[in-house]
């Protein structure tokens, strides 16, 4: 079984950056694509990044150009840059296999909080 512990979130200004971290256990890393995700208070869960095994992304409209999503196979560890960060990407963020968010299984995630 796989399990996922973000890290790295905080309070930042409009305009700052910051870097997440999700640390896997288990074996299914390597072979999964992986996701970030967040969730604002009163909003739904949304899918913000993806990347697959071979390293291909995609991002949200909302984040594209801001955001780098990326990771590290032999230290199951994937990464999330954020860069220019906006009041509106204030959320926790969440790391998941596809998988997993499908099945509901979420770790603790992380805050994140862009304000003046």
């Known amino acids: 079984q796989v399990q996922l512990v973000e890290s790295g979130g905080g309070l930042v200004q409009p305009g700052e950056s910051l870097r997440l971290s999700c640390a896997a256990s288990?074996?299914?890393?390597?072979?999964?694509?992986m996701g970030w995700y967040r969730q604002a208070p009163g909003n739904k869960r949304e899918l913000v990044a993806t990347?697959?095994?071979?390293?291909?992304?995609n991002y949200a409209d909302s984040v594209k150009g801001r955001f780098t999503i990326s990771r590290d196979n032999a230290k199951n560890t994937v990464y999330l840059l954020m860069n220019s960060l906006k009041p509106e990407d204030t959320a926790v963020y969440y790391c998941?296999?596809?998988?997993?968010?499908?099945?509901?299984?979420w770790g603790q995630g992380t805050q994140v909080t862009v304000s003046s």
């Open positions: 990347i697959t095994s071979g390293g291909s992304t």
């Open positions: 288990g074996t299914i890393f390597r072979s999964n694509t």
């Open positions: 998941n296999t596809v998988i997993g968010s499908l099945a509901n299984h």
